[in-house]
């Protein structure tokens, strides 16, 4: 799977959208881009995920670079309950790979009232 | 809401103890993991399950062991607990497909004295 690299922090203003951004410039042709967050240490859950195309669903919207190199997961009105630690993960779409992605150490994003 | 549970969801016991993770899933997912996280630390694959009476070991080596006898019951045991062994610990599964998304379950913090 390809290395990601992603920002250690970030604030946003509750209301305002919040823009997360991820490298992954080694990414192969086959490899999706997936988001997951972590709420203080509970399970991280599932956002969204794409491939070369943007991807919205009710959660967020993830911006792929038209070179595939680095993407953007937005949340269009962040809350408080969106403080979370943002997993960006890069991997194939191999029937074996969905458990053993590398999660990394993620951005905390912290929303501020 | 993912149907994946852990228990206990916290555990103080003394070292030397034997202990059982508790993780069970009512989505009929065949593939499962263990993953253990130290607070502030990245999530690190220690054991997964691709099906009935199937385990191997993640990139994390580990001093538990882990069973599957049914399809939705995948136990984490120590067999002698010690304090290197604090941690949280995260069950997840997902779908026999290969863009399944992982379901987390809220996870067990362990902490031996």
């Known amino acids: 799977d390809a290395k990601t690299t992603q920002p250690p922090s970030m604030d946003c203003a509750e209301g305002r959208a919040a823009n997360l951004p991820c490298n992954h410039s080694?990414?192969?042709?086959?490899?999706?881009v997936y988001w997951y967050r972590q709420i203080h240490s509970q399970g991280p859950q599932y956002i969204i995920h794409?491939?070369?195309n943007n991807e919205t669903n009710e959660m967020a919207s993830l911006i792929i670079t038209e070179d595939r190199k680095s993407s953007t997961l937005i949340l269009p009105h962040a809350t408080l309950r969106d403080t979370a630690v943002y997993y960006c993960?890069?991997?194939?779409?191999?029937?074996?790979?969905?458990?053993?992605?590398?999660f990394g150490d993620g951005t905390t994003l912290t929303v501020k009232p | 809401e993912a149907d994946i549970y852990q228990t206990p969801r916290y555990l103080v016991i003394g070292t030397g103890k034997k202990i059982t993770l508790e993780c069970s899933q009512t989505?009929?997912?065949?593939?499962m993991y263990w993953y253990q996280q130290d607070p502030g630390m990245e999530l690190h694959l220690i054991h997964y399950?691709?099906?009935?009476?199937?385990?191997e070991k993640g990139d994390l080596s580990s001093e538990s062991t882990v069973s599957r006898i049914r399809t939705e019951h995948f136990p984490l045991t120590l067999e002698s607990a010690r304090p290197s062994h604090t941690s949280q610990y995260l069950c997840?599964?997902?779908?026999?497909?290969?863009?399944?998304?992982?379901?987390f379950g809220e996870g067990s913090r362990l902490t031996v004295l």
């Open positions: 997840a599964s997902t779908y026999d497909r290969a863009s399944g998304e992982l379901f």
């Open positions: 080694t990414i192969s042709g086959n490899e999706y």
């Open positions: 794409g491939l070369k």
């Open positions: 993960i890069v991997r194939a779409h191999v029937n074996t790979n969905a458990g053993k992605s590398t």
């Open positions: 989505m009929g997912h065949d593939k």
């Open positions: 399950s691709y099906g009935v009476n199937s385990t």
